[in-house]
């Protein structure tokens, strides 16, 4: 296909960007449809279906557990943290101020 680019007016040119847009999605639309027949039929072969497959990964993925505290406010024994992430402002508080993490971990 040959297009003289210069030779097209504005509104043209918006026009056939528009339909290459449309065409490249149309393209990405059956690539993934090919590719997802052919894992339904991979997986039809090896006796499953694909959402038989996809829901056993779902299950399998490991959940994280909220960390347990391991450190207590000495103002308030209630305000913990588990030593992830940002230390929180009592904690740095209490380090400057001479306690060590030890003096504020949770027996």
Sequence with gaps: MDVNLN?????ELRDLQSQVAKAIASFEDRRKKEALAELEEKARSLGFSLSELTSTMAIATRKRTPASPKYANPADASDTWSGRGRKPRWFEAALKSGSSPE???IN
């Design 7 to 11: 030779s097209l007016s504005l509104k």
């Design 103 to 105: 003096d504020l971990a």
